[in-house]
């Protein structure tokens, strides 16, 4: 049986400016284009739970999980990984950006910015449902996810 992956996307919202990450030129996937944070998911790891974790990891930042913004799959860098991803808009609470090797800048552009960079594409239906539902959400709207539950 072929395995199949579980990728995550933060955008992260801080003053009404987006996160965006340089990948590092060591990278072995699109290095040095611009992305938002990613990472996979671990083993009993909720999704949630995986993109709070990869959003420390990558940048040291506390965020919290508004809602999901987009799910979908692709092969990352051929067919031998396939990958099942869920993007998730989040909120900055607290902490200031450091990065690990896996990238070399940051940067916090507009949602407008974010939709006409190049480099973003892969990241534009995510970035377009922001957009849409932003028009409608209430200012202090919270997603409620579903436990962890162990069966």
């Known amino acids: 049986m072929k395995k199949v992956y579980v990728g995550?996307?933060?955008?992260?919202?801080?003053?009404?400016k987006f996160l965006i990450l340089k990948r590092s030129k060591d990278?072995?996937?699109?290095p040095e284009a611009w992305e938002?944070?990613?990472?996979?998911?671990?083993?009993?790891?909720?999704?949630v739970t995986g993109v709070l974790r990869e959003v420390e990891e990558e940048?040291?930042?506390?965020?919290?999980?508004?809602?999901?913004?987009?799910?979908?799959f692709?092969?990352?860098?051929?067919?031998?990984?396939?990958?099942?991803?869920i993007s998730y808009y989040c909120k900055y609470v607290e902490g200031n950006v450091n990065l690990t090797w896996?990238?070399?800048?940051?940067?916090?552009i507009t949602l407008q910015e974010a939709l006409d960079l190049p480099d973003l594409k892969?990241?534009?239906?995510?970035?377009?449902?922001?957009?849409?539902?932003?028009?409608?959400l209430p200012e202090n709207f919270k997603y409620s996810f579903s436990p962890t539950i162990h069966l």
């Open 59 to 72: 940048t040291s930042l506390k965020v919290e999980v508004i809602l999901p913004l987009d799910t979908g």
């Open 36 to 47: 938002t944070v990613t990472g996979r998911l671990e083993a009993d790891e909720s999704p």
């Open 122 to 136: 892969h990241f534009h239906v995510m970035l377009q449902n922001l957009r849409n539902l932003k028009k409608s």
């Open 74 to 85: 692709f092969y990352r860098g051929g067919k031998e990984f396939p990958m099942v991803f």
């Open 8 to 16: 995550m996307a933060a955008v992260i919202e801080k003053d009404e």
């Open 27 to 30: 990278r072995d996937f699109e």
């Open 102 to 108: 896996e990238h070399s800048e940051y940067k916090w």
